[in-house]
């Protein structure tokens, strides 16, 4: 390997023991999580048969995750996958991690029977929505919450 080229890339769905790294990069995407709290969310996740949490490890260090759900839409009349989640470590931003996590989730998406793909995004999230619009995402709806409880 020339000594210019990074390590690769290794994308695999998340484990029990991967708790630290996810509320790490929980916290990143300014969702404050203790690992005891990310444990509780990687198993719910993997309760769930429409949903999966995958993690991006470059020489056994994880550096990114991305959460993603498929549903049926009923405006659409078919499955759609949302990323709910994606988030990779400061340091590693610009090396490709973030194209190969998304191209990870089209495969999920396309084996999920996902006939569209979107990803939701904070309004204050410039540099996300750029990077989405370069790996070939369009602006979508916009869309509005209402709070139900502390989520």
């Known amino acids: 390997m020339p000594a210019h080229a990074a390590p690769l890339l ?3 769905s998340v484990k029990n023991g991967d708790a630290r790294d996810v509320a790490a990069l ?3 995407l300014g969702y404050p999580c203790q690992k005891a709290e990310a444990l509780q969310r990687i198993r719910a ?7 999966a949490l995958l993690i991006a490890e470059r020489s056994g260090q994880v550096c990114g995750m991305l959460a993603l759900d498929a549903m049926y839409y009923l ?4 499955r759609i996958c949302r990323i709910t989640a994606l988030a990779v470590l400061a340091d ?7 194209h190969e996590l998304l191209q990870a989730a089209e495969a999920w998406a396309r084996q999920a029977g996902a006939r569209r793909i979107e990803a939701t995004s904070a309004a204050h999230r410039e540099r996300a929505h750029a990077f989405y619009r370069t790996c070939g995402y369009s602006d979508g709806a916009l869309r509005f919450v209402k709070h139900l409880g502390d989520a």
């Open 75 to 78: 405006p659409l009349g078919t």
């Open 45 to 51: 996740i993997a309760a769930e048969a429409d949903q």
């Open 26 to 28: 929980l916290t990143l």
């Open 10 to 12: 290794h994308i695999r």
């Open 92 to 98: 590693h931003q610009g090396q490709g991690i973030g």
